[in-house]
C-alpha cells in the first residue's frame, strides 16, 4: 500500500505539534506521563520567581513552580500552585518560603513539620517571608559602610587638627625629630657592618669559641668517660651487704631491749621488780644504820677493856644525821 505525501505531511505535522506541546507543557513543569499532586502556597510578594522553578525540600527538588495568579484583585497576595513531582508525605505544619542565591533562579523551600497528618491534593501550605541573600547581604554591609564613612570623617576631622598643631616650631621640632632618627639609622648600620661592626666582631669570637670546643672535643670526650667510669665504679659498691650488717644489728639490739625490758633476767628483774628495787634499798638502808651504829657504839661489839666500860645504850634504829662523809675531813 502506497502512502500519499499529503498523508505523511499530515503524520509529520501531528508528531511535531505533540512533541512541542510535550515540550513546552514539560519547560512549564507539568509532566503529561506522570500523575502530579498540587497544593498551594500564597505569598505576599513573589520577588523574582517564575513558573517552572524549582520546589525543594532539604535541597532536593521535589516539584515545580506550576502556575501564580493573584489573591484577589488589590493583589494582596499572590497564589501560587506547586506540582509535586515526587511521591512524598508533606506534614500539615510544614512551612515554605521563597529562597535565593546570588547567582541561580528563586525556589520555594519547603521545611518539613512534625505532624503524623499529611498534606492532600489541593491543601494550602503555610508560609513565612524570608529576606533574600542579597537583601541579607545588603543588611549587613550598610552598617559596616555606615561605620566606614564615620571613621573616614573623623579621620580627616584627625588630619585637618593635626595640621593646625603644626605650626612652625612643631614643624622645625618634626624634622629635627627626623634628622635624629637618620643619625639613629647610620649608627645601626655601623652596628650591623660585616666588617666593622660591634655584631660582626661578637660573632667572630663566637666562631672562635666554636672552632676552640672543635678542636677540644676529644679532651671533652676524655673527660665524659672519666665520669662515666667513676659513675660505674661507684654503682658497682656492694652496699647491699652493709645493709645487711645494720640490719642485723639492729636486730641484736631489739632483743637486748626486749631482754632488758622482760622481766625474765636479772637487769629485767631489777627495772621492773618494784619489790627487788625495795628490798635492795632495804638492804643499803640496813647497812648504813649497821655502819653507823658500829662507829657509834664499837663497844657493843668489840668488849675491850680499852674501851671503858660496857655501853648500856640500845643500837640504833635509823642512820645518824651526818654533815659530811665520815672520815673524809682531817
Do not use: C, W
Not at 511521591?87 to 500539615?92: K, L, Q, T
Amino acid at each position: 500500500m502506497k502512502i500519499s505525501n499529503e498523508t505523511k505531511v499530515g503524520i509529520l505535522t501531528i508528531t511535531a505539534l505533540t512533541i512541542l506541546i510535550l515540550g513546552f507543557n514539560f519547560l512549564k513543569g507539568k509532566d503529561t506521563f506522570n500523575k502530579t499532586k498540587k497544593v498551594y502556597a500564597v505569598f505576599s510578594n513573589m520577588g523574582s520567581l517564575e513558573k517552572s522553578n524549582e520546589v525543594k525540600i532539604n535541597g532536593l527538588p521535589v516539584g515545580k513552580v506550576y502556575d501564580n495568579r493573584e489573591l484577589d484583585k488589590n493583589v494582596s497576595g499572590v497564589i501560587i500552585t506547586i506540582n509535586l513531582t515526587r511521591d512524598i508525605n508533606i506534614p500539615d505544619n510544614s512551612v515554605a518560603y521563597i529562597g535565593s542565591t546570588l547567582v541561580g533562579a528563586s525556589h520555594i523551600v519547603i521545611e518539613m513539620g512534625d505532624s503524623k497528618t499529611y498534606l492532600k491534593i489541593g491543601d494550602t501550605l503555610q508560609t513565612r517571608e524570608e529576606s533574600g541573600l542579597l537583601s541579607q547581604v545588603s543588611a549587613q554591609i550598610n552598617p559596616t559602610l555606615t561605620k566606614v564613612r564615620s571613621t573616614l570623617d573623623t579621620l580627616a576631622q584627625t588630619l585637618s587638627g593635626v595640621n593646625g598643631l603644626l605650626n612652625a616650631d612643631a614643624k622645625i621640632n618634626l624634622q629635627q625629630t627626623f634628622a635624629n632618627l637618620n643619625r639613629a639609622s647610620s649608627a645601626l648600620n655601623g652596628l650591623l657592618d660585616n666588617q666593622s661592626g660591634a655584631l660582626a666582631g661578637t660573632l667572630r669570637n663566637t666562631e672562635n669559641l666554636t672552632a676552640a670546643l672543635n678542636k677540644n672535643t676529644d679532651n671533652i670526650t676524655s673527660t665524659v668517660g672519666n665520669f662515666k667510669t667513676a659513675s660505674e665504679k661507684l654503682a658497682a659498691i656492694e652496699i647491699k651487704p652493709t645493709i645487711d650488717s645494720l640490719n642485723a644489728m639492729i636486730s641484736q639490739l631489739k632483743g637486748a631491749v626486749a631482754k632488758i625490758s622482760s622481766k625474765e633476767g636479772t637487769l629485767g628483774a631489777l627495772i621492773n621488780d618494784r619489790t627487788l628495787y625495795n628490798k635492795l634499798n632495804d638492804a643499803i638502808l640496813s647497812a648504813e644504820i649497821l655502819m653507823d651504829d658500829l662507829r657509834t657504839n664499837p663497844k657493843r661489839y668489840v668488849n675491850l677493856s680499852i674501851f671503858g666500860k660496857k655501853d648500856k645504850d640500845g643500837p640504833i634504829t635509823s642512820p645518824a644525821k651526818k654533815d659530811t662523809i665520815p672520815g673524809g675531813n682531817k
